[in-house]
Each structure stands twice: as C-alpha cells, then as structure tokens.
C-alpha cells in the first residue's frame, strides 16, 4: 500500500467475557437492530476472540479492538485499550 491508500480498519467494543486462555480473549458485542416486520428494536450478540499480548484484560471489562491480519484459525482482532475496568 502507498502513502496515499489507507486502509479502513474496524473498531469493534465489547465485554470479556473469557480470559481462560493465554494471551486471547473471547468479547461479546452487541449490536441493536430494527426488526424488519415488527419494527422493534432488537438486541444481537456476537463473539469475537482477540489478541492480547500483555494479558492485561480481564472478565468483566470493556475493551476496544482493531481489525488485523489472521493471527490463528478464530483471531482476527487485537486489544488496543482497556475502556473500563470491571469492579
């Protein structure tokens, strides 16, 4: 890629849910969307495994990741900041 080209990577939020495993974490995201036949606001969840090197994140906080290269089979997504820490 040239100076000139960016690439738009995407920022996902979410909830740890696991820290189980050594240097990944499972978050959940949910996102709310608009039923198309009932026009009711709906509520989906997804789960993303992220890359995190420090293992500095625990259950329970609410991270920010950024899109990467495929690190593993499932990792697409590695931590850049720690949002809120859980209490």
Known sequence: MSAKQERHLRMIEGRVVSDKMDKT?????ETLMMHPL????IRRSRRYKVHD????SHTGDLISAIETRPLSKHKRHRLTRIL????
Request: glycine content about 0%; aromatic content about 0%.
């Open 25 to 29: 974490r499972v978050i959940l995201v």
């Open 38 to 41: 009932l026009k009711k606001t």
């Open 53 to 56: 090197e420090k293992n500095e």
């Open 84 to 87: 809120e820490r859980a209490t």
